[in-house]
């Protein structure tokens, strides 16, 4: 390769032959938005590129005007200026992908935030073979193995049948992990109505307008009585249960579903007392199949823990670099 | 083992006691024999493996795990036992080993074989399982679930007091079938054949000097409440021991006290330990405590002594179902003349009336006495805290106004509300020096107000943690009360308060005219601290 295809800029990952930036973090001309989750979509870009989910996301969250100029892409090729590109599922929530980029002769896939195990709620992780591959490296420490999500919901089942005093408060970021704990718990059999914190209604209606049914939802009003929720799933974000709106509830029982459930300090620094380990991200088995499987000469590492992923590619000798990228989270929201 | 490690992970989520008790009482309920006696005996302590050092893991986890990626993933999780269960790939799939199979393996392992034992193990469990395996051998569950927990856990499952467990508890071994075959109701109640058993101590209930009024002040005796740890000092043919009040054996920390014993019995008293000539504040006995060993100096320094109360066992009498009265007549003949200075007699408070009595409590001989204790002359000896027959009647806490300074949310159903708080007092330099923290002791009501406070005052934040506007001219003062004061190197203040509690919120008081530090020093003067 004589001049690299995408290379990290202070604005995001940029490509000099078709002049746009993936998931900028700054305001750009042309943004490639990989999915909806804030710490990727940001709103102020002149014109952006996305799949039809990710720029309805991007619309219900920052309004109809978030940029001037909008085109959904799917899986056929677009070109921009000497490079083509086109949008593949990554699996990691609805509407999420993978973006390939060729150019000349070097195709390269970054692939944004993925995961390779079963989620009714989105499209799954298509295999594409490249020259290059990037990674994220969120639960990329040897550490992480995420059990299958249907036994993580098993004991909040479970638990929901011993505490049937208790309201199951079920921490779960609104956009993706919000839907998709709902739709294990009906897959699991789980049909009563689920409670919802106000700002995960609207994502939710998109949710079930795409044909991901959630069944029946209702609002965790005041109105309700104080033991109206008592043995009863209320979903709401994480930064909610440390707000007077929690207080709504009797004797709450802290549920949190996140990939960091896996490690006991993460789930003691916050208080849960009900650990799921449910992630929308891929652990440290599905990371390196997924870079064994791509067949990549070169792997670069973006946010997360990427000195172990490189360790591991050295190990396996395949070459890997960190990107270093700034501005994304450890897990967005 | 995949019930005792979820057993072990809930108990370490779950905030409430009685939450806790009631998931041990369960898993006692479902778990059958033997298992659940070796994950009891590990709850209390009394399960004894061959220890494996923290290198000896790490040998065996280098085999299989890159270097660098060990040490990037124990600097991430920062705990050796889970950085193993997790990182451990396992040949082939889990399997449920039984606890007491994991238990007899390790037990029955050679020195030199322990390591390899432990590793052919974490080759067969699964994560949790892993986790509760390292646990086991490196000797600290760290549950937060105390011995006593597991005996009231234990005793909800069967159905009996809990003193009938800590009775017999020391005459028993893991895995406890006996025990268990009389709480199933299989069995008759397994006879406690050990020398030198514990007996289920009587405790008193607190009294106020409203209801002392409605009491006969001839029916009863007075004597003063030591503040030291309450134990039973047992002399059966040549065993000695020293028991907690909950019946754990504490001899180890104290041989000076056990060789007080010239008696054949059980004596029921106060220990305390003495310094320079007079009896020690209830600080330096704590030095002593959990100790399995002590040394010289402590020895010769802060010397331990036995402040007799009541006689359970003369000999072979058991005197328990006596009066007081008969009691105290035979613990004084027993105690007369032997070694004063290692056991002597709590004296009793001569009165006739309420108010002399109140009197005399308002100023006691010294200042490691922490109220009266009244008995009724005519009380037998019961197991546990009934109410009526004896009583304590405890010196009023101190109390001073401090300034809130931050404040941490709560856990389970108090993580919507900042309920920690820790205060502070002036220094001698005019700023807010914190001395103590306290959880309780406010009504729903007033939480909420505290709670509102903190969040419309916060002017700093550290995770769940919020600095609060603390200035002379605007704060909130609150009413501190506690029970003593130690002096303490680990806080900057150099006081460390007993039982701190929040007794009253006062609005209508400015932060400036809270204490100061100089009031809390002169008070260590005064108690002897």
Request: negative net charge.
């Given at each position: 390769m004589t001049s690299p295809p995408l290379l990290p800029r202070v604005e995001g990952l940029y490509c000099p032959a078709g002049d746009f930036f993936i998931d900028p973090v700054r305001p750009v001309e042309r943004a490639l938005v990989t999915h909806g989750h804030a710490d990727h979509a940001r709103a102020g870009h002149r014109a952006v590129l996305a799949t039809a989910e990710t720029l309805d996301i991007m619309a219900i969250r920052y309004g109809p005007d978030f940029a001037r100029e909008t085109q959904a892409a799917d899986s056929a090729w677009i070109t921009l200026g000497e490079s083509r590109v086109r949008f593949v599922p990554a699996?990691?929530?609805?509407g999420s992908a993978q973006i390939v980029v060729e150019v000349g002769g070097t195709r390269v896939v970054a692939g944004g935030d993925f995961k390779r195990g079963s989620d009714p709620t989105c499209a799954e992780f298509e295999l594409v073979p490249c020259d290059v591959f990037i990674s994220e490296a969120t639960f990329g420490l040897p550490v992480f193995r995420h059990p299958p999500a249907r036994d993580e919901i098993g004991k909040l089942i479970a638990s929901l049948g011993v505490n049937v005093h208790r309201t199951h408060l079920v921490g779960a970021y609104a956009l993706g992990k919000a839907q998709r704990v709902i739709r294990l718990l009906r897959d699991a059999g789980y049909d009563a109505p689920i409670f919802l914190h106000g700002s995960l209604q609207r994502l939710c209606d998109y949710y079930q307008s795409r044909g991901v049914a959630l069944g029946r939802l209702l609002p965790a009003t005041v109105d309700a009585p104080r033991d109206g929720f008592a043995g009863r799933v209320v979903i709401g974000p994480p930064t909610s249960f440390g707000t007077p709106w929690a207080r709504r509830f009797a004797d709450p029982m802290i549920a949190f579903a996140s990939g960091w459930m896996g490690v006991r300090p993460r789930i003691r620094q916050r208080g849960v007392e009900l650990p799921l380990v449910i992630s929308d991200h891929s652990d440290w088995p599905e990371l390196t199949q997924t870079i064994e499987d791509v067949g990549a000469e070169q792997i670069w590492v973006t946010h997360g823990q990427e000195e172990a992923l490189v360790r591991w590619c050295e190990l396996q000798g395949i070459r890997a670099r960190p990107l270093n990228l700034v501005g994304y989270e450890e897990e967005p929201e | 083992m995949k019930a005792f490690a979820r057993l072990l992970d809930q108990l370490i989520l779950t905030p409430s006691r009685n939450e806790k008790v009631a998931l041990v009482r369960r898993y006692l309920g479902t778990t059958p024999d033997p298992d659940r006696g070796y994950a009891l005996a590990a709850l209390t302590g009394d399960l004894h493996l061959p220890a494996v050092k923290p290198a000896v893991l790490r040998a065996l986890v280098a085999e299989r795990v890159d270097e660098v990626l060990f040490r990037l993933s124990y600097d991430y999780v920062g705990d050796l036992a889970e950085t193993i269960s997790l990182i451990w790939e396992a040949a082939g799939a889990s399997e449920d080993l039984p606890l007491s199979v994991v238990v007899e393996r390790l037990t029955s392992a050679s020195r030199g074989a322990a390591a390899a034992v432990v590793g052919d193990l974490l080759d067969r469990l699964d994560p949790s399982s892993r986790y509760a395996l390292l646990k086991l051998v490196t000797g600290n569950l760290r549950t937060g679930f105390s011995a006593r927990l597991a005996k009231v856990a234990l005793a909800e499952h069967g159905g009996v007091p809990v003193t009938e467990i800590e009775e017999l508890w020391h005459g028993l071994v893991a895995p406890y079938g006996a025990l268990f075959a009389w709480l199933d109701g299989r069995a008759s109640k397994p006879v406690n054949l050990a020398r030198g058993p514990f007996r289920p101590v009587m405790l008193a209930t607190p009294v106020s000097e409203s209801e002392l009024a409605a009491l006969d002040p001839a029916a009863f005796a007075a004597e003063w409440k030591w503040d030291g740890i309450r134990v039973q000092v047992v002399s059966d043919r040549g065993v000695r021991r020293l028991y907690s009040?909950?019946?754990?054996?504490?001899s180890a920390a104290f041989p000076d006290a056990l060789d007080a014993i010239e008696f054949e019995g059980s004596i029921d008293g106060e220990l305390l330990v003495r310094h320079e000539g007079g009896v020690a504040p209830f600080a330096a006995l704590q030095q002593r405590l959990n100790r399995k060993t002590v040394g010289k100096a402590t020895l010769a320094d802060y010397p331990a002594f036995i402040r007799a109360y009541d006689l359970l066992v003369d000999a072979d009498d058991d005197l328990r179902h006596l009066p007081f009265r008969d009691r105290r007549a035979r613990l004084e003949s027993i105690i007369t003349g032997k070694s004063p200075d290692r056991l002597d007699l709590s004296p009793l408070i001569p009165f006739e009336a309420w108010d002399e009595l109140a009197t005399r409590r308002e100023a006691p001989p010294s200042p490691v006495i922490e109220g009266v204790m009244l008995k009724r002359w005519d009380s037998a000896y019961l197991a546990g805290r009934p109410k009526g027959p004896w009583f304590k009647w405890k010196r009023d806490p101190f109390v001073i106004d401090a300034v809130l300074m931050y404040a941490q949310r709560g856990h389970g159903r108090r993580s919507s509300f900042y309920s920690d708080y820790t205060f502070g007092v002036w220094t001698g330099e005019g700023a807010l020096t914190p001395v103590g923290k306290a959880y309780f002791g406010f009504t729903d009501e007033e939480l909420l107000q505290i709670d509102r406070y903190v969040r419309d005052n916060t002017v700093e934040r550290f995770g769940p943690v919020r600095a609060v506007r603390a200035e002379p001219g605007h704060g909130l003062v609150l009413e501190v009360a506690f029970e003593g004061l130690n002096r303490s190197r680990r806080h900057k203040s150099g006081v460390a308060m007993r039982f701190p509690r929040i007794s009253r919120l006062r609005w209508d008081k400015r932060p400036a005219e809270a204490d100061r530090l100089e009031a809390l020093e002169s008070l260590l003067e005064t108690t002897g601290a």
């Open positions: 699996g990691h929530i609805l | 009040r909950s019946g754990d054996d504490i």
